[in-house]
C-alpha cells in the first residue's frame, strides 16, 4: 500500500493575518528580504510534485513579469473559466475536494497549496489540509485579503518546529492532528 500524499500550505502573511493588501499587493513581503535566505522554501519544493493555486493567485504571479515558477510541476489553476491546458498547468473548474482526493491517493511527492484565499479556506471548510507551513511577516497592515476566514471547523494542530530570523520573520511549521 503507497502512502497518501500530504496536503501542504506554505505561505507569508503579515502579523494580522493578511496575505496581501487590499489592491491585491505583495510590497511588504519584501521587509524579510536577504540575500541567500529563502526561509527553507528551496527545500520545501523538492519534497512537492504538484501545486494547487487560485486563479487570481495565478493571475498575480504572472503579472510580475517572471516565469510561471511551478511551470515544472503538475500544477491545478482552481477557476470558474475552462481553458485549455498549458504543458504541466491544468485549469481545473470541479469539486476541489474531488480533486484532492484524487491526487492524494496518487503516487507522487506531496502537494503544495500556493493560495489563496479562497482556496486555502475551501480547503479548511473540507480538513484537507494536512500540515501549515506559515511564515510571519513583521508588520501590522491593518487591511487586506486574510488568510483565514470564518466558517470552518475547529483544527487541532501540533507546532513541529518555529524558526525566527534576523529580519524579524517566524515560521511556524504545523501538524494537523
Request: charged share 25%; glycine share 8%; proline share 3%.
Amino acid at each position: 500500500m503507497q502512502n497518501e500524499r500530504n496536503l501542504i500550505l506554505y505561505i507569508a502573511m503579515s502579523l494580522d493575518g493578511y496575505i496581501a493588501t487590499s489592491d491585491d499587493g505583495l510590497d511588504f513581503l519584501s521587509i524579510v528580504e536577504e540575500k541567500k535566505q529563502d526561509y527553507g522554501y528551496n527545500s520545501f519544493i523538492e519534497t512537492i510534485d504538484t501545486v494547487i493555486l487560485g486563479r487570481k493567485t495565478y493571475d498575480k504571479v504572472l503579472s510580475m513579469g517572471t516565469d510561471f515558477p511551478h511551470a515544472d510541476k503538475d500544477t491545478y489553476i482552481i477557476t470558474r473559466t475552462a481553458r485549455p491546458p498549458i504543458g504541466l498547468v491544468k485549469f481545473y473548474t470541479g469539486n476541489l475536494k474531488e480533486l484532492v482526493a484524487v491526487l492524494k491517493n496518487m503516487s507522487g511527492k506531496n502537494i503544495f497549496v500556493d493560495g489563496g484565499a479562497e482556496v486555502v479556506n475551501e480547503l479548511l471548510k473540507n480538513n484537507l489540509i494536512d500540515e501549515f507551513y506559515i511564515s510571519i511577516i513583521p508588520v501590522l497592515l491593518g487591511e487586506g485579503i486574510s488568510l483565514f476566514k470564518n466558517g470552518y471547523p475547529e483544527k487541532k494542530l501540533k507546532l513541529v518546529s518555529s524558526k525566527s530570523f534576523p529580519k524579524g520573520l517566524v515560521q511556524m511549521h504545523y501538524v494537523r492532528c
